[in-house]
């Protein structure tokens, strides 16, 4: 079964740096993508990044484009999110999730089928 370990998150004032980390297992197939998500109270969940396991194709969202980079350690089967510069309205709680989709800026929600337990992200001062 795919499992998806999250770690990182938690309360930072603006300005401040994060790094969230996804550790992945259990795929069946040897080409996966990893994406991360979030969600602010009272609006929908959006794609954040995404990035493939076989190749360098990744996807930043033209919000967090300048800030926030993902990366991906093949070795430790680890994505990371580095979230630097964070504002307050990057506040939300933030979601690793795993399809056979490949990456792109179209993939929804609905088409990654299995998901981590979610961190809350915090910036305030």
């Known amino acids: 079964q795919v499992q998806l370990v999250e770690s990182g998150g938690g309360l930072v004032q603006p300005g401040d740096a994060l790094r969230l980390s996804c550790t992945a297992s259990?795929?069946?197939?040897?080409?996966?993508?990893i994406g991360w998500f979030r969600q602010a109270p009272g609006k929908e969940r959006e794609v954040v990044s995404c990035?493939?396991?076989?190749?360098?194709?990744?996807y930043l969202a033209d919000s967090v484009k300048g800030r926030f980079a993902i990366s991906r350690d093949n070795a430790k089967k680890t994505v990371y999110l580095q979230m630097n510069s964070l504002k307050p309205e990057d506040t939300a709680v933030y979601y690793c999730?795993?399809?056979?989709?490949?990456?792109?800026?179209?993939?929804?929600?609905?088409?990654?089928?299995?998901w981590g337990q979610g961190t809350q992200v915090t910036v305030s001062s």
């Open positions: 999730a795993a399809t056979y989709y490949y990456c792109s800026g179209g993939l929804g929600e609905t088409d990654f089928g299995f």
């Open positions: 990035i493939m396991s076989g190749n360098n194709s990744t």
């Open positions: 259990g795929f069946t197939l040897p080409y996966y993508t």
